[in-house]
């Protein structure tokens, strides 16, 4: 028989609520360590936010959105942290916790709408705003090369959910904003950019392996860093890359230099954070 359980209660990072119980339809795999967590980031359960949620019981696995997400223990407790879309809507957000022996058990935590701001950015090249059928079939390669990076998860490496700034420069909060490039509508933002002149280094936040490098349509020279258990950084439009994909890098190991390369307005990093396999606010992770 399937363990079924029904729960609701309430936690102090997050509201939690057990919401049914599911069958055990995939197979896990052998049982999965949980991170060992140093801190905890702050919850803010809002589009492009966090969700913190202790699991009350010991997962092997949890998913959401059909992504693996990232389990942790903190102070003998286990949590899901989980990085919450840009596109989520208000309202009900479930995710599957799987058990060692398969079993699945929804939980559930509740986020409110928030009004990201408009930006609207002038670009000179009008091929980087509407690219031809050729730069299309660049782009969607490149997309598939950096989603496979996205949804690498990797146990070796213990994730710090403590990082520090990737560069000396002027953070921007404009992580979430609706973007309008000469007018017309395109993605929102999914990273900080932090203005600095060409040139000046780029360090790594938190310990981890350069997952993939490349020089992209959009992004131009792009490092794509694993923190494991599914938290994985970007950074792009760089001058020059540093690194090279398999290498290990310490907390302020220099993996590259600021610049100007693909879409940009000017020289700046832009940098990005994700959670299983979601871009949230970078800005959850710094320390100061
Ligand atoms: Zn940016």
Known sequence: MLNIRRRLSTASTATVLIL?????????SSLAADAKLQTLPPALLVPGGVAVVPTATQAAEAYYQNE?????EYRGEQYAIVGIPLSAKPGL??????????????????????????QRLTIKNQRQVNPNTEDMVRIRAESAEMNAAFSSWDETLEPTLTMTAPVA??????FGHRRFFNGEPRAPHSGMDIAADEGTPIYAPAPGIIRSTGNYFFNGNTI???HGHGLISLYCHMNTIDVTPGTKVELGDQIGRVGQTGRVTGPHLHWSVNLNNTRVDPAFFLSE
């Open 20 to 28: 049914s119980c599911g069958f055990s339809l995939v197979a896990t």
């Open 169 to 174: 420069g002027i953070r921007s909060s404009s």
């Open 68 to 72: 693996r997400v990232l389990l942790g």
């Open 224 to 226: 794509i860093l694993d």
């Open 93 to 118: 957000q479930t995710f599957t916790l799987i058990d060692a022996a398969g079993n699945e058990e929804s939980l559930g935590f509740s986020i409110q709408d928030k009004a990201y701001t408009e």
